[in-house]
C-alpha cells in the first residue's frame, strides 16, 4: 500500500463519516422534515427588496409578493433602487403599495439597511428582484417566528425555469441545499439566511446592527451574527422561493467566487467559534469540517487531474504505439478487476443516488427520468468538477489577496 | 439566548458506523485478494500439468524422432500463449491489488520458473526441428519507473495477435529475486528496461512497432 492508497482511505473515510452523519441526523427526524409550527396570529412584515437595473424582473417579483398568501393590511414592500440606469423605478411606481426608496448605487448591503431605516413591521423580508416567492411562502414560515430566541427564518431556494446546462446543474444543486439546509436546522448549525426569501425579527435585526456594508455576503455574514449572539435560525423545507441562476460558466463562476470568498472572510472574521463547543455543532463540527472539505476537494480535483495526464497519457502513448490499432480483449471481466477501490465506488454510488432521491423526495419534485435525466448526470458528472474548481480559484484570489469586488 | 448544546450522540453512532463500513471494505479486500490468489494458483497447477506432459512427449521426441515437430511446436503455441494470459492476470494483481497477500511472490517465482521451462522447451525443439521461423522474444520490463513498459507490452501484444502461430514472448520481470533471472540477464547483457532478447539477440530500450516488424519480417521472415 502506498502513500496515495492511505490520503484515498483517510479522504474517503471523511466522507463516509460525513455522509453517515448527515444521514443519521436525517434519520432521527424524518417523521420531523414537512413539520411547520402552526401560526397562532399573522404578524405585519415588510419586504426589502434591493435593486439595481432589474426593469425585467420587479415587475413579476412585486406581483408575486403582493399576491402572496396573506393578510393584505399585514403586508408591506420597499423596493430599494440601488443606482439603477434603466426604467427600474418607473416600473416600481407602476404599484401603488409599494414604497420606493432611491439611493445612488452603494450596493446590496447598504440598500437593504437603508430600507431597514424605515421598517416599523414585527418582521422584516428580504427579496431578490429576481426572485419569486411561493404563495404559501409566509405562511409556512412565521410559525417558528412565535419562538422564543428565533431571529430568522430560510427558506427553500429554486432554480426558476433552468434552460441552459449551467441552470440545469444548478436546479439538482439547489434541490440538496434544501434538503441539506433543513438538515443544518436540525443540527442548529445554519450559517447563511440567503439573500432571496429569508425573514427577520425587525428588533433583533436592528439590534445586532442591521447588515454589514464591506462583506462579500451579507446573507453569510449575518447569520454569523445572530449565531453569534445567542439567536436560533430555523428553516423550512417547503415555503419555496424561485430564482433566476446565472446561465453561464462564467456568470456561476463570478457568483460562486463571491460567495465562497464571502464565506471565507466570514471564518476569518468569527474564527473565534471554530472547535469552540460554545457554538455548538456548527462550531464544534461544521466549521472544521468545512475546513477539511477545501483540502478534499482540492486533493481529489487534483489526484484525478494528475491521474488523467499521467495514467492516462500513458495508455494514449502506448495506444498510439501500435498505431491505434484494436486489440482483441484480452481480459474480460472477471473477479480480477474488483478490489478495495470498486467497493468505495459502489459505496459513494449508492449515497450519491440515495443523496438524489431524498434531496428530490423532500423538495416537492418529481424523478420525472423522461425531462430530467440529463439535469441528474451532468450533475453527477459536472458538477464535482466545477464545485471544485470554484473553491480552489476562491482560495486562491483570497491568498493573492485580489480586490473584492461584486 | 439560547444554549447550545453538540449532539454527541450523532458523532459517536456515524464513527461507529463508519469504522463499520471501513472495516467491510478492508475485510472484503483481503478475502477477495484471497480469491484471486487462489485463481492464480489454481491456474498455475494446470499450467504445470500441461508441462509436464510436454515435457515426457518431448522425452519421448529424443527418443524416437517420428514425432511431428509440427504437432509437438503447435501443442507448445497454445501453453505458452495460455501461460502468457496467466502472466497478464498476474501484472494485474500485482500492479492494482492493495492488499497483497503474503504468498504472491511465492506464487510469481512459481510462474516465472515455469515460463522460464517453457523457454527452454522451446529452444529446444527450434534446434531439433529446424523451425527458424519461430521466434522467441524475452522481454524484460518493470513494475517500478519504466515508462517506455506500457508502450513495449502493448506493441508485443499487437505483434502477437498478428502472428499467433510463429512468435513466442516470455515476460520476465526485471526486479524478481531469482538466480535464472540474474543469469539470463547476464548471458545477454541485458541492463536496463525495457529489453528484448529476440532469438538470442539483445534490444535495448523501446523497440517501436516498426522496428519490431523490420526485425521480424527482414531477419526472421514472419511476415
Excluded at chain 1, 322 to 341: G, M, S, T, V
Aim: glycine fraction near 4%; hydrophobic fraction near 45%.
Amino acid at each position: 500500500m502506498q502513500l496515495i492508497d492511505i490520503a484515498y482511505i483517510i479522504v474517503y473515510s471523511i466522507i463516509i463519516y460525513c455522509s453517515i452523519l448527515w444521514f443519521t441526523v436525517f434519520f432521527k427526524n424524518r417523521k420531523k422534515m414537512f413539520y411547520n409550527p402552526e401560526p397562532k396570529r399573522f404578524p405585519s412584515i415588510t419586504f426589502l427588496i434591493p435593486a439595481h437595473n432589474e426593469e425585467k424582473n420587479i415587475g413579476k417579483c412585486l406581483k408575486s409578493i403582493l399576491s402572496l398568501n396573506y393578510p393584505k393590511n399585514k403586508l408591506k414592500v420597499i423596493v430599494i433602487d440601488d443606482g439603477s440606469t434603466d426604467k427600474t423605478a418607473e416600473m416600481v411606481k407602476k404599484f401603488k403599495k409599494v414604497k420606493l426608496l432611491r439611493q445612488k448605487q452603494q450596493g446590496k448591503a447598504a440598500a437593504l439597511n437603508n430600507g431597514l431605516k424605515y421598517v416599523n413591521t414585527e418582521l422584516v423580508a428580504c427579496m431578490d428582484a429576481d426572485s419569486f416567492p411561493d404563495k404559501d411562502f409566509l405562511v409556512k414560515m412565521i410559525g417558528y417566528m412565535e419562538r422564543k430566541n428565533v431571529a430568522s427564518v430560510t427558506p427553500a431556494i429554486k432554480v426558476l425555469e433552468p434552460k441552459t446546462l449551467m441552470q440545469k446543474i444548478q436546479w439538482v444543486e439547489y434541490l440538496w441545499s434544501i434538503f441539506l439546509r433543513k438538515l443544518f436546522n436540525f443540527f442548529d448549525c445554519q450559517y447563511v439566511t440567503p439573500g432571496p426569501g429569508s425573514i427577520y425579527k425587525t428588533n433583533i435585526l436592528k439590534k445586532v446592527g442591521g447588515f454589514d456594508e464591506d462583506n462579500l455576503t451579507e446573507d453569510t455574514e449575518i447569520a454569523f451574527r445572530l449565531v453569534d449572539k445567542g439567536y436560533k435560525i430555523e428553516n423550512s423545507i417547503d415555503a419555496y422561493v424561485y430564482t433566476e441562476a446565472p446561465p453561464s460558466f462564467k456568470g456561476l463562476f463570478r457568483q460562486r467566487i463571491r460567495w465562497y470568498r464571502g464565506y471565507i472572510q466570514n471564518v476569518f472574521k468569527y474564527s473565534k467559534m471554530i472547535a469552540n463547543p460554545k457554538y455548538g455543532n456548527l462550531g464544534f463540527f461544521v466549521l472544521p469540517i468545512n475546513f477539511a472539505w477545501m483540502f478534499i476537494l482540492g486533493f481529489l480535483l487534483f489526484s484525478q487531474l494528475f491521474n488523467l495526464a499521467w495514467n492516462d497519457f500513458q495508455y494514449f502513448l502506448a495506444w498510439r504505439n501500435i498505431n491505434f490499432a484494436i486489440l482483441q480483449p484480452e481480459i474480460k471481466f472477471d473477479i480480477f478487476l474488483i478490489d478495495f477501490y470498486t467497493y468505495f465506488l459502489f459505496l459513494f454510488l449508492a449515497m450519491g443516488l440515495f443523496t438524489l432521491w431524498v434531496s428530490i423526495a423532500f423538495s416537492g419534485e418529481k424523478l420525472d427520468l423522461r425531462k430530467k435525466l440529463s439535469f441528474y448526470l451532468s450533475y453527477i458528472f459536472i458538477y464535482p468538477f466545477l464545485i471544485s474548481i470554484f473553491w480552489i480559484a476562491s482560495i486562491i484570489y483570497e491568498i493573492a489577496g485580489a480586490k473584492r469586488k461584486w | 439566548m439560547v444554549k447550545r448544546r453538540i449532539a454527541w450522540e450523532f458523532y459517536i453512532v456515524s464513527a461507529a458506523i463508519t469504522i463499520f463500513i471501513l472495516f467491510m471494505g478492508i475485510y472484503l479486500g483481503i478475502f477477495l485478494s484471497k480469491g484471486k490468489i487462489e485463481e492464480l494458483k489454481s491456474e498455475l497447477t494446470s499450467l504445470k500439468l500441461k508441462q509436464e506432459d510436454l515435457m515426457f512427449e518431448l522425452s519421448l521426441f529424443a527418443l524416437n524422432k517420428n514425432i511431428s515437430c509440427n504437432m509437438l511446436t503447435q501443442a507448445l503455441e497454445k501453453v505458452i500463449d495460455e501461460a502468457g494470459k496467466l502472466g497478464d492476470r498476474v501484472s494485474l494483481y500485482e500492479t492494482t491489488e492493495k492488499i497483497k497477500d503474503e504468498n504472491f511472490n511465492e506464487l510469481k517465482k512459481d510462474y516465472t520458473l515455469t515460463l522460464i521451462r517453457y523457454w527452454f522447451y522451446v529452444e529446444e525443439i527450434k534446434k531439433n526441428c529446424d523451425k527458424s521461423n519461430l521466434v522467441t522474444v524475452l522481454y524484460f520490463y518493470s513494475n517500478q519507473d519504466c515508462f517506455d513498459c506500457l508502450s513495449q507490452g502493448t506493441i508485443l501484444t499487437y505483434m502477437k495477435q498478428k502472428y499467433p502461430q510463429n512468435l513466442m514472448v516470455f515476460a520476465l520481470d526485471y526486479d524478481l529475486d531469482l538466480s535464472i533471472i540474474s543469469s539470463l540477464k547476464r548471458v545477454y547483457g541485458v541492463q536496463k528496461v525495457p529489453s528484448l532478447v529476440i532469438n538470442g539477440e539483445k534490444y535495448e530500450g523501446l523497440v517501436t512497432l516498426e522496428k519490431l516488424s523490420e526485425i521480424l519480417c527482414k531477419k526472421y521472415e514472419l511476415c
